[in-house]
């Protein structure tokens, strides 16, 4: 991976098409008696590769959660947000035949017209199902670790969305919420924000790589 970048320091903007993975929200019928309150979470064991942060979780305590599946892509944003119920080899299969396509276009054509992008390596998602969909397609993907938060920024994003619905929850008293209003009130906040965001983190990949490589795995800044 090191030296992919090296040769080319544009890379992760204008090779990789857009930055894929899941990520869940739990709803609470009262939003506002948990907004403030500080979460200790964990992404990963030790012994998966890199040591334990505190940049998201996935095992998520209470409440029916909102589980999407969204893309962002250099200088085009939030280009997928598909709400889902359970991830599975099937259901990733269908998932790639569905959006995937519409998800490279809207990206649009990168260097050297590869169809590459970056996605968790969930057991589901590299199940042969969905590889022979990908093959289908004609797409292929960059490995990173599982549960790597650090290798991939739509994870910083993640982490602003959740930001974003407790500043909304806190500022606009919410205290009463069905599943569904909760749900469109999230898919609402990828909206939120700006390319500029989005085209910032995705260009500080150089510099995730240079941080993981000199922490040796250790938690990074990112």
Known sequence: ?????????????????????????????????????NRATVWRKKEEGFQVTAKGCKQLAGGRRV??????????????????????GIFSAAFVREHLNITFAKAGPKTNGRRLFI?????????????????????????????????????NIFFLIKRYLENETISKRITKESFEEFQSRVLRAFDSIPIT?????????????????????CRTNY
Request: no cysteine.
């Open 197 to 217: 965001t989005i085209d910032k983190t995705i260009s500080s990949m150089d510099k995730r790589i240079d941080a993981i490589l000199s922490s040796k795995g």
């Open 1 to 37: 991976m090191q030296a992919e970048v090296s040769r080319n320091s544009e890379f992760w903007k204008h090779e990789i098409s857009f930055y894929l993975d899941g990520v869940s929200f739990v709803h609470k019928y009262n939003p506002q008696s948990g907004a403030a309150s």
């Open 119 to 155: 996605m968790d390596n969930d057991p589901s998602q590299r199940s042969r199902a969905a590889q022979m969909a990908l093959e289908d397609i004609e797409s292929e993907f960059q490995e990173i670790p599982p549960r790597s938060p650090d290798l991939n920024p739509i994870e």
């Open 67 to 88: 589980h999407l599946i969204v893309a962002i892509a250099y200088s085009k944003g939030v280009i997928l947000k598909v709400p889902y119920e359970k991830m599975n």
